[in-house]
């Protein structure tokens, strides 16, 4: 049994990082279900960087939120069974969402 997973990513001006974090997402041994990125109004090329990874909507708003607000913006577009908030300058192992999949197992 595997539960859907969508991550939500927030991010303002970070495009490397935020780039490198998504890069660990998509590299998960079990995939996410999606991962949704929601830019709060950078000014930089993050949404333009983000956009060119196959797997991962960017929803980039058009106007500055702040970070929880985008949290929730990005919660409204999901569609997993479970909700991941991931912070833009995060670190994932690989088989982070493996494990967290094993305990939600266990628990239901």
Known sequence: MTFKVSAI???RNRSI???QTVDELLSQTVPFH????????STDNTVE???KK?????IALERHLERSATRNFGAH?????F???IEDDSS?????????????????
Do not use: C, M, R
Request: no cysteine; hydrophobic share 45%; proline share 2%.
């Open 9 to 11: 990513v927030p991010t």
């Open 54 to 58: 196959k797997g991962v909507k960017v």
């Open 92 to 108: 994932y192992e690989k088989n982070w969402l493996e494990e967290v999949q094993k305990e939600l197992v266990q628990g239901a």
């Open 77 to 81: 577009h999901a569609k997993g069974d």
């Open 49 to 51: 960087l983000l956009k």
């Open 17 to 19: 990082i935020a780039s």
């Open 34 to 41: 999606e991962i949704i990125v929601v830019d709060d109004k």
């Open 83 to 85: 909700l991941a908030f």
